[in-house]
């Protein structure tokens, strides 16, 4: 019980804000904790991969909120994708931290099929 307790501080999920309906939520070991917003939740066929981005210190543990990608970010991330070249990849979100009216981008979600 006690192990679970920790696990949960650890991710992060005591600190996690209200989420709006639907959103679902990811926390990584790397860091990168965000809130999917109008993004299917897929996890039972699905496995989501976060892409954290270095941020100032401040921001490591900040929750961010993740959206789907617009056009010139989905070309962006292709490429970075495409260098890999994971079969049944795809870009899924992009999540930004809100710094006094300022995005930050916080990382990037993949994910993969589930094998």
Not at 16 to 31: D, I, T, V
Not at 68 to 75: F, I
């Amino acid at each position: 019980m006690s192990f679970l307790g920790y696990d949960q501080y650890r991710a992060g999920y005591f600190t996690r804000p209200a989420m709006p309906e639907g959103a679902f939520s990811l926390s990584y070991k790397n860091g990168l904790r965000g809130i999917l917003v109008g993004i299917p939740d897929e996890k039972t066929t699905r496995r989501y991969l976060g892409f954290p981005r270095e941020v100032p210190f401040y921001l490591v543990d900040a929750w961010s909120f993740c959206r789907a990608p617009r056009g010139d970010e989905e070309q962006h991330v292709s490429k970075f994708m495409m260098d890999r070249n994971w079969p049944g990849e795809r870009f899924e979100a992009v999540c930004e931290i809100d710094v006094e009216g300022v995005p930050v981008v916080r990382g990037w979600i993949t994910s993969v099929p589930k094998v």
